[in-house]
């Protein structure tokens, strides 16, 4: 585990071409990792390479946080040389962290820039959370199962991740006292994109959900403007059921 508090002069391995390294963290905080075994520095380069950066994936805030969250601190112990291939792999309770380009693509379609206050629905292991933490201003996420809630949460802290706000109840109904937001993650799959996200986007955000049925989805992004929404299909997807009053039942 990392066991420094987060170091604003901590300088991550340089992982990428120079062009997508000038552009300084926007906000969030930086996981300083001079203390792991240089294993899976290597093994995070090659997978921006190979798994991301070689599928399209161009922004360079985006490459630079999946080049900077240790990803193999978010499963289980049994499953660290796993952590950066290119599958998703379980979590426990049933679930699963996605397969590192598809948190990839996600995060790039909310068009983050550092100032923004993100949902994501669907904390699970907290790895596309701490993706977000790291070029956000502010995350909030919501669990709905208490197990993977509380280990998480744990693990945020003990990351030093600040600007990560976790919520124990059904992301279904989004989290209106802190509404609206600038940009909403679905990281799990339901029939219809459930009405209440879309009241809580703040007009010119963008929320990014799978739809369709248990087996296979679309993954749809939205766009909210004066007036009204434009969705956009990026392609079939795979995740696990989003359950709730605006998902499966339980
Ligand atoms: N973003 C996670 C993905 C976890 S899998 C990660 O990076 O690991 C999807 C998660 O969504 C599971 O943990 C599941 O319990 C949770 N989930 C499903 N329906 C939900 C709901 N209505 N509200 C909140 N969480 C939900």
Request: with cysteine.
């Amino acid at each position: 585990m990392i066991k420094k508090p987060a170091d604003s002069t901590c300088v991550c391995p340089a992982v990428l071409p120079s062009n997508v390294l000038t552009k300084p963290m926007v906000a969030g905080m930086t996981v300083c990792m001079k203390e792991e075994p240089k294993k899976y520095g290597h093994w995070r380069r090659e997978m921006v390479e190979n798994q991301i950066l070689s599928r399209g994936v161009r922004d360079p805030d985006v490459l630079k946080a999946m080049a900077t969250v240790p990803r193999h601190l978010f499963v289980s112990e049994a499953l660290v040389d796993s952590a950066y291939g290119d599958f998703p792999l379980p979590i426990g309770e049933g679930q699963t962290i996605s397969q590192p380009y598809i948190i990839a693509e996600m995060t790039q379609a909310l068009e983050l820039k550092g100032h923004e206050r993100v949902l994501e629905i669907g904390t699970g292991s907290g790895y596309q959370a701490a993706i977000l933490a790291q070029i956000a201003y502010k995350v909030y996420t919501i669990e709905r199962n208490n197990t993977l809630f509380l280990q998480t949460r744990k693990l945020f802290d003990s990351l030093k991740y600040h600007n990560i706000v976790t919520r124990y109840s059904d992301g279904t109904q989004g989290w209106k006292a802190e509404s609206p937001f600038d940009a909403i993650i679905v990281t799990a799959g339901g029939q219809q994109i459930p009405p209440p996200l879309v009241d809580q986007l703040a007009v010119g955000g963008r929320l990014v959900i799978p739809v369709g049925g248990h087996m296979s989805q679309e993954l749809i992004k939205l766009e909210k403007t004066e007036d009204g929404v434009r969705t956009y299909n990026l392609g079939g997807c795979r995740f696990v059921k989003l359950i709730g009053q605006h998902g499966w039942d339980g």
